[in-house]
């Protein structure tokens, strides 16, 4: 199978091993470009992102972790697969900055906890030219010619472009609901996402016509 910027994803491995990459993060690469459907350059670098989060935070795959992204675009799936920390279990929430970050702490029962955020640092970036010119979406990059060059230099780069700091965040607690019909369509909702008295597909977050 051949990714979308000319990458043959049977090839992983053999790039990986070119670069050194460990044993356990090549396994968790693979598994997050079968999840994603292909090896795109955002999940590529999002491995090795929450693999320096976990290591800094110093726990473990196995540990219960929460997750803020700042950008929706690819690297939300590299925590979900890596740290387990999806949307579905609660402990993924997705912040649309548009900042390539991700912040990863343990549990805890206070108001706040300690994090670790990791970002990407575009001064590291420069001294890879090719990946430099994608991560700024400009039109110097082309994939057809470049898309090699690009996952070479990802895995080459590795940590190498990431910075991180210490941060404390809120504690997402438990919110206690009840269900409440909403007047407008007369489907249950939490109460809590009652907005003006209506649901959200009734106000602001409709997304669909009735056919």
Request: with cysteine.
């Amino acid at each position: 199978m051949t990714g979308k910027h000319g990458y043959p994803d049977k090839k992983l491995k053999t790039v990986m091993d070119a670069h050194h990459v460990p044993a356990n993060l090549q396994e968790q690469v693979q598994q997050l470009s079968a999840f994603h459907t292909y090896a795109a350059p955002g999940v590529l670098i999002g491995a090795f992102m929450v693999d320096y989060a976990l290591e800094l935070l110093g726990v473990s795959t196995d540990d219960k972790l929460y997750g803020v992204c700042e950008t929706p675009k690819c690297l939300p799936d590299a925590l979900q697969v890596i740290a387990h920390c999806t949307t579905g279990n609660n402990r993924l929430k997705v912040v649309p900055i548009g900042k390539f970050a991700i912040t990863l702490n343990g549990p805890s029962d206070k108001a706040t906890t300690e994090a670790v955020r990791v970002y990407v640092d575009l001064q590291k970036m420069k001294k890879y030219p090719v990946l430099d010119v994608w991560y700024a979406n400009s039109p110097a990059y082309d994939k057809h010619t470049m898309g090699d060059r690009l996952q070479d230099e990802i895995f080459s780069a590795g940590r190498e472009i990431l910075s991180y700091e210490k941060v404390r965040i809120e504690v997402r607690a438990k919110k206690k609901w009840k269900s409440v019909t909403c007047p407008g369509c007369g489907e249950t909702v939490p109460d809590y996402l009652v907005v003006g008295g209506h649901c959200g597909a009734c106000g602001s977050m409709k997304y669909y016509e009735k056919i």
